[in-house]
């Protein structure tokens, strides 16, 4: 299992790919770096859970997302970064704002130590695409003290495509485009509830 350690993008040249296509520029900007530097693209992440038996996945997407995209099916953790608002519907974006999840340091800690993840266990945090969800909950699980903590770069639904009749649609690599174990079941075991 290779750890990459500098993101595609960066090996690419910041400028060279910003160049390229504004929706990919769009998810460069979004992009945010760990405190510990530890990433993996979702086949790397299945190679890590395959070679190691105590590596955790955890899904930090919101649970309506997950209804209508798939659940990989090895996660063992699901709680969301941030959830949609449902209460304060935006008239100007035409959408529900997402807010933080303002229990997910608690809940994802309870999670953890309740699987009995060791320090240096491997952790991979997936959201959908790589960026702005798994990279600052990666950050929170480290100073937990977890030493090995993994963003996964291209999350469950992966990069758009660029072009032809499906252009913007999230269908390349990540985990659902990779040929990895994914599904619309969600393990009743695993799937988030929230607190009252």
């Known amino acids: 299992m290779k750890k990459t350690l500098i993101p595609l993008l960066a090996s690419m040249g910041l400028s060279m790919f910003l160049g390229a296509a504004p929706s990919l520029a769009e998810e460069v900007e979004a992009y945010r ?5 530890l990433y993996v693209t979702a086949t790397e992440a299945h190679e890590l859970m395959q070679e190691n038996d105590r590596a955790v996945l955890i899904d930090v ?4 997302e997950i209804k209508f995209t798939g659940f990989a099916e090895p996660t063992d953790i699901h709680v969301p970064w ?18 933080k999840n303002p229990d997910f340091e608690a809940q ?3 999670e953890i130590e309740a699987l009995g993840v060791a320090e240096d266990d491997p952790i991979i945090v997936m959201c959908r695409s790589g960026a702005t969800r798994s990279a600052p909950a990666a950050d929170v699980i480290t100073e937990m003290g977890y030493s090995e903590v993994y963003s996964m770069t291209d999350g469950f639904e992966g990069r758009k495509l660029e072009e032809g009749d ?5 269908a390349l690599d990540g985990w659902r485009n990779s040929g990895l174990p994914w599904g619309y079941e969600i393990n009743p075991d695993v799937a988030w509830r929230q607190a009252d």
């Open 61 to 64: 997407r919101d649970p309506v």
């Open 166 to 170: 499906s252009q913007g649609v999230r």
């Open 108 to 110: 994802v800690k309870a």
């Open 82 to 99: 941030v959830l949609a608002d449902r209460d304060n519907f935006d008239e100007e974006a035409k959408t529900w704002p997402m807010v």
């Open 33 to 37: 770096e760990t405190k510990l530097g």
